[in-house]
Nanobody, 114 residues
Framework: QVQLVESGGGLVQAGGSLKLSCAAS????????MAWYRQAPGKQREWLAV???????NYADSVRGRFTISRDNAKNTVYLQMNSLKPEDTAVYYC????????WGRGTQVTVSS
């Protein structure tokens, strides 16, 4: 069974930065496309960023220029560097392994205070 474990969330002031990590327990991590999503209270889960096995990235307009997705295949880990954080970035952040099959982590809370 594949497990994804997010970490790095916390409380930060507006304008600050956080770096999230997602460690995957999968033998061949490098061939999988990985993505980050978030879900704020009362809202639908929102796609944020994706990185392919080859390192190609894409971002939602809401985070482009502020967030950076990256991966370290040697560590089976994908990252999300978040800069210039805003209160509206407050949400639970999830990583996803696209597979197929797809797997989700349990999420990490990010709270941005104004």
């Amino acid at each position: 069974q594949v497990q994804l474990v997010e970490s790095g969330g916390g409380l930060v002031q507006a304008g600050g930065s956080l770096k999230l990590s997602c460690a995957a327990s999968i033998r061949v991590f490098s061939i999988n496309t990985m993505a980050w999503y978030r879900q704020a209270p009362g809202k639908q889960r929102e796609w944020l960023a994706v990185i392919s096995s080859g390192g190609t990235t894409n971002y939602a307009d809401s985070v482009r220029g502020r967030f950076t997705i990256s991966r370290d295949n040697a560590k089976n880990t994908v990252y999300l560097q978040m800069n210039s954080l805003k209160p509206e970035d407050t949400a639970v952040y999830y990583c996803k392994l696209l597979g197929p099959p797809e797997y989700w982590g349990r999420g990490t809370q990010v709270t941005v205070s104004s």
